[in-house]
């Protein structure tokens, strides 16, 4: 991983969020991104809505809590110690009975 980032110039990385009855970064029953997914980079900083680091949304498939959907995730930069993505935190969980999620991490494509 040293070398590839010695060799390159940026980084990307997408985070897919699937979901059931959650949201995953807009929440259109309130119409606001409080309870957004946060992602976590690999030097512990933090890829969320409002940061500095704010993801891009490439689809956004969970807005409206579907049975089932999925919200897409992507992480650009130069600072090629922030990924890969090593956690994050679903922002909305457990407010429905039958509320579910999952997740598939991308690999890391370097430029």
């Keep these: 991983m040293t070398f590839l980032r010695l060799l390159s110039a940026s980084a990307r990385q997408n985070f897919t969020y699937t979901c059931s009855h959650t949201s995953a970064w807009l929440d259109t029953d309130s119409d606001t991104h409080d309870k957004s997914v946060i992602l976590m980079g690999a030097n512990e900083e933090e890829f969320a809505y409002g940061t500095k680091y704010e993801p891009k949304v490439i689809k956004d498939g969970c807005k409206n809590k579907p049975d089932k959907g999925k919200t897409v995730f992507e992480i650009e930069t130069t600072k090629l110690h922030q990924l890969p993505i090593i956690d994050f935190l679903p922002g ?10 999952g997740f598939e991490v991308g690999p890391i494509c370097f430029n």
């Design 92 to 101: 909305e969980f457990g407010g429905e009975a039958n509320s579910r999620f």
